[in-house]
Every structure is written in structure tokens, then in C-alpha cells.
């Protein structure tokens, strides 16, 4: 069955490290997203990508980056990590078919501690 | 920008009916999505309204007023594995969505 992983699922880094989170997908998708979820903040929208070689910011990407060099893979990349940037981080990926629903798919989520 | 609003908690009995609204201001609109989520889990798709009108999909139906910027979701029949948060978002544009901040519904029994 087609799915989308996050690695790894649980992290505790320092204040300071460089520290990438993988996203997967085997659903062929074009679109590809990555969120962090914080209480009272929801899901925000920190990149995107809509293809290969393609990525966008999205609301909230200071400190981040991401790269996409083939379809099933958009690792998220934080540069020096910050305890602002504890938080729960969400991938998710759709089809871009241009009428329809779209849906977005999520992974698992990646719980990131910055001690 | 984008502002979504929904209520941060409801609190129903089960069997009951519960009714989650969602009112938006986007730059844009290009359709409106709901998701649930467990605690701990991540997101999964509920309902999808881009034109005015009910959709309805078992136990849940959801409403959408383009011209007041406003949607429901609708849960009928409630039950325990109903608790959970439910997430209104709005695609804009292109492909990307902007979530509100969630409604935690918990059913007692």
C-alpha cells in the first residue's frame, strides 16, 4: 500500500545542531509539504514543494530549508536548532490534479525536542 | 493573510449531535477541508466543500457559505472514538491550506 514515513519519530537535540527530519512518500505525489504544530497555533506551514527542484516558503521558514531532488523525498532541514523550534512537525503530501479534493495525506509526525 | 476561527473546545454526550463552525477571511478561496485528529496521531481528512451547500458523508455533513465565509461540521450520533480535534483549513489558491487552530470535542458518556 501506498503511504508517506517520517524519520525519525521521536528526536532530542542541543541548541545549536544542525538536525534534518525525512519525509517519504510511495504515492507518486507531486505536492509536498512540511508543517510544525504547536498548542493554540495549529498546523503551520513552514515549506512546499510541487514538484522536483521545486520549494516555496510557506509561514513560518525562517530557520529552515528544504530540498527536493526526487519525487518521494522532501527532508526538512533546520540549520541551527533554536528551542522555539521544539514542537511536533507534520509532512504531507497530494496529488496535484487541478480539480477535486486534493486531499492532503499525513505522516506520522516527528516530536523535536531543542534542549 | 489568512485568519480562520473556530472554537477551541466543545464538550457533548454521547448519541448527541454536535456542530463545529468555522468562519474564514482568506486572500483567496479555492475550497474548504476538515480533518480529525487523535491525540498523538497525525491529521486525516474528513470532508470537502467547495460549492454552497450540505455534503454528507454518514455520521458527518459539512456546510459551506462561500458568501459569509463560514462552514460547519456536523457530528451526529456521537461516540467515544469521536473525541478528538477537528481541523477547518482553506486552500487559497494552489494546492497549499491554512489551518485554524482546531476544536478539541471530548463526548462524555
Known amino acids: 500500500d501506498a503511504e508517506i514515513t517520517q524519520s525519525p519519530r521521536h528526536k532530542i537535540t542541543e541548541t545549536g545542531r544542525q538536525v534534518t527530519l525525512a519525509c517519504h512518500q510511495t504515492?507518486?505525489?507531486?505536492?509536498m509539504f512540511w508543517y510544525r504544530q504547536d498548542l493554540g497555533h495549529g498546523l503551520r506551514l513552514i515549506h512546499y514543494?510541487?514538484?522536483?527542484?521545486?520549494?516555496n516558503k510557506g509561514e513560518v521558514s525562517d530557520g529552515y530549508s528544504v530540498s527536493r531532488s526526487n519525487t518521494e523525498d522532501l527532508p526538512l532541514t533546520l540549520e541551527s536548532a533554536a528551542s522555539s523550534q521544539t514542537s511536533v512537525y507534520f509532512c504531507?503530501?497530494?496529488?496535484?490534479?487541478?480539480?477535486?479534493?486534493?486531499?492532503?495525506?499525513f505522516g506520522p509526525g516527528t516530536r523535536l525536542t531543542v534542549l | 493573510g489568512q485568519n480562520i476561527d473556530q472554537p477551541t473546545e466543545m464538550t457533548a454526550t454521547e448519541g448527541a449531535i454536535v456542530q463545529i463552525n468555522c468562519t474564514y477571511q482568506?486572500?483567496?478561496?479555492?475550497?474548504l477541508f476538515w480533518y480529525q485528529q487523535h491525540a498523538g496521531e497525525a491529521p486525516t481528512f474528513l470532508s470537502y466543500?467547495?460549492?454552497?451547500g450540505l455534503e454528507e458523508k454518514g455520521r458527518f455533513s459539512s456546510f459551506l457559505s462561500r458568501s459569509k465565509g463560514y462552514s460547519y461540521l456536523l457530528l451526529k450520533e456521537l461516540q467515544m472514538k469521536d473525541s478528538a480535534s477537528y481541523l477547518c483549513?482553506?486552500?487559497?489558491?494552489?494546492?497549499?491550506?491554512?489551518f485554524g487552530a482546531g476544536t478539541t470535542v471530548t463526548v462524555r458518556a
Open positions: 504531507a503530501s497530494s496529488e496535484s490534479e487541478g480539480s477535486g479534493t486534493d486531499t492532503q495525506y
Open positions: 504515492w507518486n505525489h507531486n505536492n
Open positions: 514543494s510541487y514538484g522536483v527542484h521545486d520549494t
Open positions: 482568506t486572500s483567496g478561496f479555492n475550497g
Open positions: 466543500n467547495v460549492l454552497d
Open positions: 483549513a482553506v486552500r487559497d489558491g494552489d494546492y497549499k491550506l491554512s
